[in-house]
């Protein structure tokens, strides 16, 4: 009973200002009806609602609103201008939570870009872009070998002077051979 | 719990998925699949004009060595492992061995070898796009240049 009256004294402000769901609302009326202790509670309550009330019109009731409601009206219906609202359209759509959605897009883009290429073969802007190759190391194994790289169709070719070792120590020369690059 | 659930959190762990994802799948595919090599041999001289219709994909890159013909002599497609060596007969009693050893920025390492019977011709290691291809000239034959064109593919 005890612990029933604490937690009616807790919600008499609620129900007095009709917030409680109706189940809830009739279960507290019956006790506060029935305790003498809650009903009194339930009377300071509402003692002290009225002089809140009375204190609050009694001053409301020489405050000028008109002036202030003139203004708020003002301020929501003036046209505003273009960069304004820009700002505000920003301030709207680039907040970080909004923002969250871009990160995996960005990614998914970066990387379909970068996969491009094995999937059209004329996609040169991923991993592709860069297209020559790289000798890393060669060994002629005594033979002139030269290596060229022709950039506008990106080709590495390395030619072998498989004929011209002994010509080249005689004459000091560089392999002329039978190529024509 | 609630800080696995909440959309930001969810959003950021996506994210990481799908860069370690992107990451990681395509070197892993590749390093299982091998390596597919297409060798075409091409006999470049000057005793006559031609270009041999089969080598019109490689026009250009042919036009950088400047013969008055080419003839596809012979074409030779060897799917390999990673580290595993695959022999391809050169004509004039030559052969090339090439050896793909690693995928790396959409770059395909090949280690080749061109020898003549027993004695190396030469040794070298390039490095090419996937799907791309070198050309490795210079041995004489039938009174003109043999070119070789090598090409590595990895799906």
Known sequence: MKTDCKTVKNSLGAWLDGELSASETERIRMHVEGCPSCSGEKEQWERLQVSLRGVLEGEASGVAFEPFWDGVSRRIFAERPWYARLWDWAG?????????????????????????????????????????????????????????????????????????EDEDESSGEPASAESSF | MNLLVSPRRLNLLFSLWLVFWGGSLEAAEKAQQ???????????????????????????????????????????????????????????????????QEYRNNRVSLKVRLQEGEKPLLDTTVRIRNRGNFLLGGPAHEGGVLILSISATTQ
Do not use: C
């Open chain 1, 92 to 164: 709207l759509a680039f907040v970080p939570q909004r923002l969250a959605w871009a990160i995996p897009l960005v990614i998914v883009a970066l990387l379909a870009m970068f996969s491009l290429d094995q999937f059209f073969a004329g996609w040169h802007w991923g991993s592709n872009r860069g297209n020559g190759s790289a000798v890393d190391s060669i060994d002629g194994h005594g033979f002139n070998v030269a290596v060229f790289r022709e950039s506008k169709t990106k080709t590495t070719v390395i030619w072998l002077f498989e004929n011209q």
């Open chain 2, 34 to 100: 091998g390596v597919q090599l297409n060798i075409g041999t091409i006999l470049a001289s000057n005793e006559s004009d031609g270009f041999d219709s089969k080598l019109s994909k490689m026009k250009n890159q042919l036009e950088v060595i400047k013969y008055r013909s080419y003839h596809l002599v012979k074409e030779e497609n060897q799917k390999v492992p990673w580290n595993g060596n695959a022999v391809f007969e050169i004509p004039g009693g030559r052969t090339l061995m090439v050896m793909p």
